[in-house]
């Protein structure tokens, strides 16, 4: 999906924007691997040991017996795990990660009841059975009215969850509502992870689909520009560029303080081909 740029020797800053980057997303939608392909291929991930891969498995909490099944004793998974913010659906993912020694509980992605607003200390309770260091992200309604649900990750100290889109074109936020959300989480220090659509470093439309998919480098040069006190409009503008060469030059050009700066906010992003996004930043000539 990038056109191949002059070779160039990407700064150290650039190099750590995607260290650790991609969560193993490949149960998903539109790869959709059966559990047995998608372990298979977390393996051999695994033994490859690309810097861009965060070698964390996501799996829905209702698959992990799935999972389980298909483990060896000398597997070691990282898993985020994906569950309804509830007390019985939280306890049972705390429960079945501790009793097994092959898995890590690397986070829980929890997705809220729709009246949760009506009792919020239920979210907190659910969630408040969690290992203290376990990493809990929230999905926000970046389409709707993000702030009831920041003002509780900001209180409970959670991380948020973008998504990105989906498998409907009314999953996909506009550049503006993405703008907005990147632009209130830099300014309430609330890091988040993406979720969903973003197939490639750089914005393009689908031609099967038409659907446009935004680019996880766009976002990362938005991020970059969110963290630096760059205003809705520019933060926008960087979601909106599709010119690989101006995404090159801005990306091989951010410091090391705004990179480390950029990635405390923007933990990872979920992505069900774990070879695509390597390919297309390596086209890029961005990793080594």
């Not at 097994?100 to 919020?120: F, I, K, M, N, Q």
């Not at 209130?184 to 197939?199: N, S």
Request: hydrophobic share 45%.
């Amino acid at each position: 999906m990038v056109s191949f740029l002059p070779a160039s020797k990407p700064a150290q800053a650039a190099r750590a924007l995607f260290s650790a980057l991609v969560d193993d997303a490949g149960l998903f939608p539109p790869e959709e691997l059966d559990m047995a392909s998608a372990v298979v291929r977390h393996r051999r991930d695994q033994s490859a040991d690309s810097p861009v891969l965060s070698h964390r498995f996501v799996v829905p909490a209702g698959r992990l017996p799935e999972l389980q099944r298909l483990l060896i004793s000398s597997d070691r998974f990282a898993v985020s795990v994906i569950t309804e913010a509830t007390f019985a659906s939280v306890g049972r993912v705390t429960a079945l990660v501790a009793a097994d020694d092959r898995l890590e509980l690397a986070g829980v992605e929890a997705t809220l009841l729709t009246d949760w607003r009506s009792d919020p200390a239920v979210v907190a309770d659910a969630l408040g059975q969690l290992p203290n260091d376990t990493t809990v992200f929230v999905e926000i309604p970046v389409r709707g009215d993000i702030e009831p649900a920041l003002d509780l990750l900001q209180k409970q100290g959670w991380s948020a969850k973008i998504r990105c889109g989906g498998i409907r074109s009314e999953l996909f936020p506009s550049t503006g509502q993405l703008a907005a959300a990147i632009t209130a989480c830099a300014a309430r220090g609330i890091a988040f992870k993406a979720t969903a659509g973003l197939h490639h470093a750089i914005r393009y439309r689908d031609p099967a689909t038409g659907f446009a998919h935004h680019g996880f480098l766009n976002i990362l040069l938005a991020v970059t520009r969110a963290v630096s006190g760059a205003g809705i409009e520019l933060v926008a503008d960087a979601l909106e560029t599709t010119d690989p060469v101006v995404l090159d030059s801005e990306t091989t050009a951010v410091s090391p303080a705004t990179a480390a700066r950029a990635r405390e906010l923007f933990v990872s992003y979920g992505s069900c081909s774990t070879s695509d996004p390597i390919n297309d930043l390596t086209a890029l000539n961005l990793l080594s």
